[in-house]
């Protein structure tokens, strides 16, 4: 087994796909499923498939992201030029942090249209893709 996609609702599709974009997600496709609602299946470009869909359903009103969803952590090559090319865009990142210390990760925190936070993460040189096991050793 495997998740296959991690899918959010939102209030205003246009802008959350300005947001989506701005981090360099890519549309993968679209589904109309009837009064308005849409979804909308998004990638990165070295992505094999689907790892974001952005559900509209414009009747259910807004949003509310509640305190059951923490974030979405997705993993950068350079935090900086990262941070530079989305405050460009408009969009307000936070500081960088070091929440391993000096020598561990990088972050900055977003929050999208809806509320949803996002973390941003640069690994350390020579760290493996991904958070695994030897994390935690």
């Known amino acids: 087994m495997k998740t296959l996609f991690v899918s959010c609702r939102v209030t205003d599709l246009d802008r959350s796909l300005a947001l989506y974009a701005a981090l360099g997600y890519g549309e993968l496709g679209r589904v109309e ?3 308005g609602a849409r979804l909308v299946i998004l990638k990165f470009p070295d992505e094999p498939s689907a ?3 952005l559900v509209h359903r414009p009747g259910d009103g807004p949003v509310d992201v509640g305190s059951g ?3 979405l952590a997705i993993q950068v090559d350079a935090l900086a030029a990262t941070l530079e090319r989305l405050t460009a865009a408009g969009l307000d990142p936070g500081p960088v942090q070091h929440p391993g210390g ?3 990760p990088k972050t900055s925190w977003l929050t999208d249209p809806d509320g949803y936070r996002i973390e941003l993460v640069e690994w350390p040189s020579g760290h493996p893709d991904g958070m695994t096991a030897a994390d935690f050793a």
């Open 51 to 53: 790892s974001l869909e």
């Open 69 to 71: 969803f923490d974030h």
């Open 102 to 104: 000096p020598q561990g």
């Open 33 to 35: 499923t009837g009064d």
